[in-house]
């Protein structure tokens, strides 16, 4: 299995600023991810982080206010930018395991809870 | 594109009594599906999961959920809870050819003394 870390584990931030979250998996995985848990709800994808390419994002969100960067493939960085009180959300990375028994399993970091005043 | 319904967002239930959180999904293609559980102030963790053979599968503790194809449905199950069991489960599906994974609304579990 996969053991992801975040940096940071949380944080409060004022409007306006940037914050970048890290992501850190301990064995190489095929396929990366960052979700956004607003407050009492479900997962949702912002995007697929791609290797040396532009991530992939989901309807809703854009480059511009979720860049995300892969450089290698244990690695990855979300910065959500221009915050408003509405980007107030736990930020989780997830890697998607390799064949073998955690074939097709997504594993998911502890998360980075964001609060902006 | 596929969908998942969670029928109960909260299940309160009485330490050592059972409890069943419903999972309904909608898929076009075969799907695998997954379980995970949230505690309170922590990350998800894959409490278990469906891809093929055996539609009855089970965790290391104590739950179970199963595959029912005819009915779409991945409910999962267990026969005595614990003060422990107190969390946030959703469930997610994947499309066997695809690798993104979509969750349903969550069903917070309330385990009272």
Redesign the interface.
């Given at each position: 299995s996969a053991v992801i870390s975040q940096k940071p584990s949380r944080d409060i931030c004022q409007r306006g600023t940037s914050l970048t979250i890290q992501c850190q998996v301990d064995s190489q995985v095929?396929?990366m991810?960052w979700y956004r848990q607003q407050p009492g709800?479900?997962?949702?994808?912002i995007a697929?982080a791609n290797q040396g390419s532009e991530a992939t994002y989901e309807s809703g969100f854009v480059i511009d206010k979720f860049p995300i960067s892969r450089p290698n493939l244990t690695f990855s960085t979300l910065t959500v930018s221009n915050m408003s009180p509405e980007d107030s959300s736990i930020y989780?990375c997830?890697a998607?395991g390799l064949a073998g028994p955690h074939?097709?399993?997504?594993?998911?970091?502890?998360?980075t809870r964001l609060t902006v005043l | 594109a596929q969908s998942v319904t969670q029928l109960d967002s909260q299940v309160p239930v009485f330490e050592e009594a059972p409890v069943e959180l419903r999972c309904n999904y909608s898929s076009s293609v075969s799907v695998y599906l997954f379980w995970y559980v949230q505690y309170p102030n922590q990350g998800l963790q894959l409490l278990l999961k469906y891809l093929s053979g055996s539609t009855l599968v089970e965790s290391i503790n104590g739950f179970e959920a199963e595959f029912n194809k005819s009915q779409t449905s991945f409910h999962l199950r267990k026969p005595s809870v614990h003060i422990s069991d107190t969390a946030e489960y959703f469930c997610a599906v994947i499309a066997a050819a695809g690798n993104k994974l979509t969750f349903g609304g969550g069903t917070r579990v309330l385990v009272k003394p």
């Open positions: 095929t396929m991810f709800q479900s997962l949702t994808l697929t989780l997830s998607l074939y097709n399993e997504q594993f998911f970091g502890p998360g | -």
